[in-house]
């Protein structure tokens, strides 16, 4: 079955500073990426996702990277602000028509003032 | 418009103790969704309901798990009897569509077994 693996595990970061984490997948079927985001208290929210005939989608500050021969893909988010500080997980899903998501194991970003 | 509700919002019992775990999916999403997270590790899928029948339920764990959904509105998680591995955060999460439907997550459900 398909296995993701995410790092770095926590990451602490500048106000201002670019944040990047990196996940790799082994299922060459999957075809749907999507980062989800889970602040303190609360459920994870779905921040930006990609699919695999996409090499890289934009949302403001926020960008994921798709490398299909390598199986990887990362998310890379600019200009960080506290408020970005959260648990952030990658997954991985052959999007056969339901949301049966692979997770990486989160992580933690601390963006200090 | 309300979000996933899940209760209770935690949750602490006894080895071989029971307990139940209650998700309203958000109004008109035909899609429900069990995950779990045990401390530090991923999130991992547990079952997929429609409506009120298991689509997928082959990510629980074993038979002392028992998910139901009856009339398709929410579901209940009952854990019975309950183990010390169970611990961990069990979120719900509900979809209106099955190809493009963004995953809703609800706040989750902490259960400890001590």
């Known amino acids: 079955g398909e296995n993701v693996e995410q790092h770095p595990s926590t990451l602490s970061v500048q106000e201002g500073d670019s944040a990047v984490i990196k996940c790799t997948y082994s299922?060459?079927?999957?075809?749907?990426f999507p980062w989800y985001k889970q602040e303190l208290g609360k459920g994870p929210q779905l921040i930006i996702d990609i699919r695999s005939n996409v090499g890289e989608k934009k949302d403001q500050r926020i960008a994921v990277t798709l490398n299909k021969t390598a199986k990887h893909f990362s998310l890379h988010i600019t200009e960080t602000q506290p408020e970005d500080s959260a648990v952030y997980f990658c997954a991985a899903s052959i999007h056969t028509g339901f949301q049966k998501l692979v997770f990486g194991t989160g992580t933690r970003l601390l963006v200090s003032p | 418009e309300a979000g996933v509700t899940q209760f209770p919002s935690h949750s602490v019992i006894e080895k071989g103790q029971t307990v139940t775990l209650r998700c309203d999916p958000i109004?008109?999403?035909?899609?429900l969704y069990w995950y779990r997270r045990v401390m530090g590790k991923e999130i991992k899928f547990l079952l997929h309901f429609v409506k009120e029948s298991k689509q997928d339920e082959s990510g629980m764990p074993n038979n002392r798990f028992l998910a139901e959904r009856t009339g398709g509105t929410y579901s209940t998680l009952k854990v019975q009897p309950a183990e010390l591995e169970d611990s961990g955060v069990y979120f719900c999460?509900?979809?209106?569509?099955?190809?493009?439907?963004?995953?809703?997550f609800g706040e989750g459900s902490r259960l400890t077994v001590l």
């Open positions: 299922d060459s079927a999957s075809n749907y």
């Open positions: 109004s008109g999403h035909d899609n």
């Open positions: 999460a509900s979809t209106q569509t099955t190809n493009t439907g963004e995953l809703f």
